[in-house]
Nanobody, 120 residues
Framework: QVQLAESGGGLVQAGGSLRLSCSASGRSFDRYAMGWYRQAPGKEREFVAAVSWSGGSTYYADSVRGRFAISRDNRKNTVYLQMNSLKPEDTAIYYC?????????????WGQGTQVTVSS
């Protein structure tokens, strides 16, 4: 089991930036892929971004590619999501995920989520 704790969400104006963090504990962080998903009101949870255990491979949804950047620091057991040029449609609860370092990664552990609200 792994425990995941997200932070960094909040309210931002369109065009602004936020950086989400996810701290992991409970198992060897650097053996697993990490990712971010989001769920907007009335919609299904959707994939946002993922990073391999080494940080050498990254994956993005088309809707965020070029605006968001995922990274990880295995010394700190933390994964980040830098979000730039935010749009109102990015408003959602953002969830951190941990899982298998496949290509693409698959996830089986989830955090509680952090709210991101982008105002127009």
């Amino acid at each position: 089991q792994v425990q995941l704790a997200e932070s960094g969400g909040g309210l931002v104006q369109a065009g602004g930036s936020l950086r989400l963090s996810c701290s992991a504990s409970g198992r060897s962080f650097d053996r697993y892929a990490m990712g971010w998903y989001r769920q907007a009101p009335g919609k299904e949870r959707e994939f946002v971004a993922a990073v391999s255990w080494s940080g050498g491979s990254t994956y993005y949804a088309d809707s965020v590619r070029g605006r968001f950047a995922i990274s990880r620091d295995n010394r700190k057991n933390t994964v980040y999501l830098q979000m730039n040029s935010l749009k109102p449609e990015d408003t959602a609860i953002y969830y951190c995920a941990s899982g298998y370092d496949s290509d693409p990664p698959s996830f089986n552990q989830w955090g509680q989520g952090t709210q991101v609200t982008v105002s127009s």
